[in-house]
């Protein structure tokens, strides 16, 4: 299970929880300008904007689970199992493959309005990286600097973009479905509710919090997209960014997952292996990992963005202790 939220304070932000059991040895990784993305089915994409995000590389291509680029577009890509579909490819259309998606809407899009009208010319091809790394059955949030947000689900019947008018995404049910969910939990608030239930009875608020009696705290997709919802939309934080960056992260903490809580298979557990928090508009990549809950901090502005190389820099895996003594 992944969660994606974006969010704003004074700037713009965007995180994302990577809730699986195995790990590809992700990396953070700065890609520069003139890095050149070969494309399987299009010409290559040898200038586009600079991007900073979260990756796996495999025969030295970068494939990319989430990525903000210079210009504060943001994209992360999260299971949808049962639902994405790829399609055959298509002489009329721009064919890209679904692992080359986040960097080619990254690299040319600057926020939604752009991304929107380049997806009408996309194809998601039906074509793996390799044998040994199938299509991943993904759909996608994409959200920009002016907090402009939509997801993309490649169904059976065609590909929808949907408008997210609260800005979270988690996995299946498709994304309509989970909006639509929504109207259920629509009396939760962050107040104490009046006694409606009937008022010539005496039940008085025994506790803080009743407004949200009813909110769920489990882990299925589902759950998790009303519970990021409701934290998201009662989010209250000062808005420099130090505080911004912390706020982000306590909002995917209420959907994080403790190992053993989530077994997919004999002894194997999903669990949150990374949390990342970017600020849109500075370009700056904010991240904490199960093992260590010290916040690192990337920033693609100081590194040379109009290089040809991109830098991988390895995942921090240690807890960081501050001894008092
Ligand atoms: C499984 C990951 C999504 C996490 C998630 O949403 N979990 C929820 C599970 S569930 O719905 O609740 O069952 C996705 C996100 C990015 C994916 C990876 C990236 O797309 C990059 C490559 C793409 C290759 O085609 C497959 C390997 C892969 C390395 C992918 C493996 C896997 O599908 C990843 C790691």
Redesign the pocket.
């Known amino acids: 299970?992944?969660t994606a939220v974006s969010f704003k304070t004074k700037d713009h932000y965007f995180g994302r929880n990577?809730?699986?059991e195995l790990s590809?040895g992700e990396k953070a990784i700065i890609i520069p300008r003139n890095y050149v993305f070969e494309l399987r089915k299009l010409p290559a994409l040898s200038k586009h904007y600079a991007m900073v995000g979260l990756t796996?590389v495999?025969d030295n291509t970068p494939?990319?689970?989430d990525a903000v680029n210079e210009h504060g577009l943001a994209m992360a890509?999260?299971?949808?199992?049962g639902n994405a579909v790829f399609y055959d490819f298509d002489h009329a259309m721009d064919n890209v493959t679904?692992?080359e998606f986040i960097p080619y809407i990254l690299g040319q899009c600057k926020n939604v309005a752009e991304a929107k009208e380049m997806l009408t010319k996309i194809n998601l091809v039906n074509e793996?990286?390799s044998a040994d790394?199938?299509?991943?059955?993904?759909h996608w949030i994409i959200s920009d600097s002016e907090d402009n947000t939509i997801v993309v689900e490649t169904l059976a019947d065609g590909m929808k973009v949907y408008d997210d008018p609260v800005g979270v995404m988690t996995?299946?049910p498709t994304f309509d479905k989970q909006l639509f969910n929504l109207n259920n939990y629509r009396g939760l608030s962050a107040k104490t509710p009046e006694n409606t239930f009937d008022p010539t009875v005496d039940l008085p608020a025994y506790s803080r919090g009743m407004g949200t009696l009813g909110l769920p705290g489990d882990l299925t997709?589902s759950s998790r997209f009303v519970k990021a919802a409701f934290v998201k939309a009662h989010s209250v934080c000062e808005t420099d960014e130090s505080s911004s960056v912390s706020q982000g992260f306590h909002i995917l903490s209420a959907i994080e997952q403790q190992r053993g809580c989530c077994e997919?298979s004999e002894g194997k557990y999903?669990y949150t292996i990374y949390s990342a928090c970017y600020n849109k508009d500075k370009g700056i990549l904010y991240y904490k990992t199960y093992e260590d809950s010290q916040i690192t901090a990337l920033n693609m502005h100081k590194a040379d963005l109009e290089s040809e190389q991109f830098t991988l820099y390895p995942l921090s895996q240690t807890q960081h202790f501050n001894y008092a003594n």
Request: hydrophobic residues 50%.
């Open positions: 299970m992944c990577f809730d699986y590809y796996s495999f494939l990319i689970y890509g999260l299971n949808f199992e679904p692992f793996a990286f790394l199938p299509l991943a059955p993904l996995n299946n997709s997919v999903e």
